[in-house]
Every structure is written in structure tokens, then in C-alpha cells.
């Protein structure tokens, strides 16, 4: 049984968040290294840690001790404006704020213990200094800069320091660098470049440095090394000795941005501190494969299967045993939306998909959802007859071959729908999912639309194993690589991003895509799922077509609402009848709901087809997309309005 904090709810109701692994988390900005267990937001795309969905909804800290502070979610549209009190960052998704006062500060500062004393007779100060939990201005007494939040004093003396200036030492031994003492520095020589050896950030009021070898560390890493020396490391069959200060080329990645390796002297063997705890064998979402990491690839010319970019093959890189001529650059294989995060060394390789049909004969198949009789396959309807819905994607059976009941009318479903897996792991949550026919009934009062495309259906669905997500078939089948016929040429992928992306079908903004890593093409989730055929009711004679646009100086005219098409984006038309339709007045927003379809609560779907079309009850205008929902009597046109009568 799980049991969620009040936090989790709260973050779960501005988000619709589902649990995976990530990498930075949005509500305290860490994370950077190492993947770890929390969820994600399927609109936005924004990743928490689970410890950060666990917070505690109200807390006491001692640089605020007047008051409590609260938890506070910042949507994903709302800028959260303000710093950290404490730390000085920007403020991120979630932070602990005073109701009366303010006084914001992160999760991770909120979390550190504060400490109240510095000792009587430390090396900086002979007497007691106290923390002051006020901002106030001062001017510390060992560096000279001004401040102006949480000193700490002493109180015989009416001195004030920062906490690090307070706590430091004139010079300090330190492991990482034996060679020579560090003394305590308050200003930045000249000939550095102002940064930590070791972790590379920007050096603050206190550091330590050696002057004969120009090394400088932060406080943080001072009062943190890394280990001098690594024993039996799993990279490596010796023991590894740290190296400060060299440049160098992993052996482990084939990258040399980190000038801090671990070595070792008697292999001139070469590895940064991030390599070191590398997966042995993974999954991507680029192959169909395991892929398996090789200290050096067979010589010859390899490019990298995610970045196209060369792969040197004397040093370490990921490649599969059954494509001989794939490879892959150990950072690209690990990156955020290519890798799971889950090491497979050990775990025995298991068929991923579940069929959820049995095949009889030839042509004849026994299917899950309809156990009593057999379904025989068909590769035409016989007739241009839209209203032969599929079973489990309540689209009309148009020119496609499909499964149809001997016995029975009750059952009949595409090809590719009746060969959807029963159980398999979603491309996008990284999780099992089973195919279900037991929530056919539209949840009124959860208002359960698919989770990745937000559309409101009926039909199949695929739901995951702990029931927080529901995808309809059409986002629950899309899978890496994705083709589609817009973009033959390359392979799409999931992407989520929080700059701004725009599709290339409809222009709108978008955060979770498919996009093209060769070029910038970009197609949103709703446009990958557009029938390629259409029937409507202003040409009953043929079929409209999905075009995919261009540049074209002609003008189209929508025949529905009689506005202009952009010819440069997707649209629905007759090669017959020469006539252009706009993709929403085509197909409205209840496409994949069943016609006349009776769901809990008197909700229903009916054709939007007759001689004067109906008035929205929620915007009081006329009905004009090709479907239209009924709900307790009242008329909705749009899911949108669906949304405000919720």
C-alpha cells in the first residue's frame, strides 16, 4: 500500500504527474548527476524528486523562528519570482514561504540544520559566536565584504562574520591535494580563474589555496573531498588514485572537460569521477536492443547512433551484440529521455509485449476482449460505410483490413488495433501498462481524459499498473522510433522540453513532442494521431485527405467556417472537389468517443450533422465541429466548455 503525503496530493493537483526516474528536480533544482525515483508532469514536462513530493506541509526553521512557514506549488505558468532568502538562488517550483512576512526559502535549505553556535575559541574568533536569525546588514570582520541577512557575533566584541569566514581555519591539510598546506584566501588572486579546482564553481568570500600550484577549493568541497584513492572500482581492475589538475581524455566516455581524473599509473588508464559507476548493460529507447558497454570497440569508423557524431573506438562506449554495427557514446546512451536509469547487468532479459490475441489459422485469431468467438480478418468493409466502428479505437473502419466476429456483430477491430500488446512498457512513462476493456464508461466525475493528449474517449485504454495513468490506444501505441509519413526521411522521438517548441502541423507551442534529432521537425502528440481519411458531411461522395503542407502562394478557404487556411500548416482536403476543411472544424474535439454511445451520467456523442445546427449551453454559440456532446441534457461543443461544466 502507498501512502502519499499531503504534499504529493497538492503537487498532484496542479500537476498531472505520473512516477518515473529523472534527472534535475524542479522543485529543489538538484540532481544533475544521478538519476533517482520521483515523477514527472506529462504537460509540462517538469521532474520532481519524490523526496520533494514528500515534503512536509509545514515547518519551523530557525532563521525564521516568528513564524511557521508553508509549502508552496508554483504551476507551471506562473513564474516564481523571489530568492532563497538563505542561499540567494531563484526560487523553484515548490519553496517554504511565510504567510505574514516576506520569507521564502528552498527545499534544500530548509532541510540543512542550522547551526545556532560557533564554538568558543575557534581559529578565526577566541569568543562564542551566535547566529543572529534576522537580515540585518553588516560588514564581516574576516573578509570585509558587506551582507545584509543572518550574521553570526560575538557578543563581547561586537564583531559579525558570515558562517563560512566564521567557521574557517587559517590553513587546512587536505587529501585531494598532499603536496602542500592551503591557506585561507578572502580575495581572488589575479592569475587564477576565479574557480574551485575541483567543482568548478566561481570562488566565494573564503577559499583555500596554494599559491606554488595555483589550486583553489570552495568551502563546500574543502570540507567534502572526494576519495583519495578508490579500491576494486567496478570500471577498472586496479585501484584508482585521484589526479588533480590534468588534462586529460576519458578512457571510460572519450570527453575531456573535467581536469580532475582518477588513474591508473600502471595501465595509463585515465577516468573522470562521473564515469567511474557506469552501467554495465541498459535499455535506450534508440534500439531495439540491450546494449552493452565495451572498455574499446573493434578499430574501424563508428558513429554514434543518437548524435550521428564519431565514436572513438579506443575508448569506452556502449554497442550491442545482435546490430554489429551500432554504437553509442556513453553520455548519449545515459542521457535524460534516451535511458530509463535502470542498470539490466544480472537481470534476466524478459519479452517486453504481451500479445493479447491467440492465433487460430490463417486469418482467424482469438481475441481478449471478445473470449466466446473467433474473429476472422477481412481486408476490406465492402462498402464506404463510416459508421463500422472499431472496438478499441472508435474510429471508423474506412479502407483499413480489420477483425470481425463469425458469430457475432459485437466485435470488430482494426488489424493494428486487434495487435495491440496486452501488456508492454509505455514510450513515454517508462512503465508497464496493461490494455483494458473494463472502463469503456467515461469517468464524468474524474473527468478521465487520456493522459498524454488530454482527449476525452472511449474504448480501449491502457491503464498502469498502480491506476494513476490512462492512455487511449493511439498514445498508448506510439513507440520509439516513431515513423510518420509527414517526415519519411528521419526517425521522431519523445522529446520534452521547456523552452519553446512549436509544431510544425499546427503551430501551437508545445512541451512533450516528437521531434527529429536531424532536423528541427516537430509534430505534437494530437497531430501524430490524425486519420489520414476522413469522411464529413459536406462531401458525402468522397473522402477528405490529411495534407501536410507547404509554401504555396494559392489561398485556401475552410468550406466549414468559411475562414482562411494557412496552406503552410495541416489541413484536410478533396483531390476531388478541390475544397480545404480546417483540422478542428474536421474533427472536433469528441472524435474518439462513440456516437450515440451512452456513458455514466447520460453522456453521450452525437454527430453534429443535422439542417440547423445546436446552440453550446457552457458559450452559448452555435455548434460548429463535427461532434457534440451531450451531458445531462445539455449541449457542449468543445472540450473546453466540457472542462468549465465540470
Known sequence: MHVFSTTFYLLRRIYPIYPTRGLKCDGCNLGQNYYSNGYRCCRSGFFFHKECASSDMKICNDYHPQHSLHIKVVAENKNTD?????????????????????????????????????????????????????????????????????????NLCDLSFHKDCGESTPEINYSCHPKHLLKRFTRVPSYTDRKCCMCRNELRNVFYHCSICNFSVDVDCANNPPPFTLVHPKIH?????????????????????????????????????????????IKIN????????????????????????????????????????????????????IWDGIDLEGISENILEIKSYEVIEEGVIKHFSHEDHRLKLKEESGANDEYILCKACNYPIISSP??????????????????????????????????????????????????ICQNLFGGFRYVSDYGLITLDVRCGSI??????????????????????????????????????????????????????????????????????????????????????????????????????????????????MKQQKKYEKDMYMIRNNRTTRPFCDRCHYRCQFASILKLNGFTLCSQECFQLSA
Open 82 to 154: 523571489g530568492q532563497c532568502k538563505i542561499c540567494r538562488g531563484n526560487l523553484p517550483k515548490i519553496y517554504y514561504y511565510c504567510l505574514t512576512c516576506n520569507f521564502a526559502i528552498d527545499l534544500v535549505c530548509a532541510k540543512k540544520k542550522v547551526k545556532m553556535t560557533i564554538g568558543e575559541g575557534s581559529e578565526t574568533h577566541a569568543h562564542l559566536l551566535s547566529l543572529v536569525p534576522k537580515m540585518i546588514t553588516f560588514t564581516c570582520h574576516l573578509c570585509g565584504l558587506p551582507d545584509d541577512r543572518f550574521p553570526y557575533e560575538c
Open 237 to 281: 581492475e586496479h585501484s584508482l588514485i585521484l589526479m588533480t589538475q590534468r588534462n586529460f581524455v576519458c578512457n571510460a566516455c572519450g570527453m575531456d572537460d573535467d581536469p580532475n581524473p582518477y588513474v591508473c599509473p600502471q595501465c595509463n588508464f585515465m577516468i573522470h569521477r562521473n564515469c567511474i559507476d557506469i552501467p554495465r548493460v
Open 286 to 337: 534508440r534500439h531495439a536492443h540491450r546494449i552493452f558497454y565495451n572498455h574499446c570497440l573493434d578499430a574501424g569508423d563508428w558513429k554514434c547512433g543518437v548524435c550521428h557524431k564519431e565514436v572513438i573506438w579506443t575508448c569506452g562506449a556502449y554497442s550491442c551484440s545482435t546490430c554489429h554495427d551500432f554504437s553509442i557514446h556513453l553520455r548519449c546512451a545515459t542521457r535524460f529521455g
Open 402 to 451: 480489420f477483425y470481425k466476429c463469425e458469430e457475432c456483430d459485437d466485435c470488430i477491430l482494426h488489424k493494428k488495433c486487434a495487435y495491440l500488446p496486452k501488456k508492454k512498457i509505455d514510450s513515454f512513462y517508462k512503465m508497464w501498462f496493461t490494455l483494458t476493456t473494463e472502463r469503456e464508461v467515461l469517468d464524468y466525475f474524474n473527468q478521465n481524459p487520456c493522459s
Open 479 to 592: 513507440s520509439e522510433p516513431f515513423v510518420h509519413e509527414s517526415h519519411p526521411h528521419h526517425s521522431l522521438y519523445i522529446n520534452y522540453s521547456t523552452k519553446d517548441i512549436f509544431c510544425n502541423a499546427c503551430g501551437d507551442k508545445k512541451t512533450m513532442v516528437l521531434s527529429c534529432e536531424e532536423c528541427e521537425f516537430v509534430l505534437d502528440i494530437n497531430c501524430s494521431n490524425l486519420p489520414k481519411l476522413v469522411k464529413h458531411k459536406n462531401d458525402k461522395e468522397h473522402f477528405l485527405s490529411l495534407c501536410y503542407g507547404g509554401k504555396t502562394s494559392e489561398q485556401y478557404w475552410c468550406d466549414i467556417c468559411e475562414e482562411k487556411v494557412n496552406p503552410e500548416k495541416w489541413f484536410y482536403s478533396c483531390n476531388h472537389c478541390d475544397i480545404s476543411f480546417h483540422i478542428n472544424c474536421t474533427l472536433g474535439d469528441f472524435i474518439w
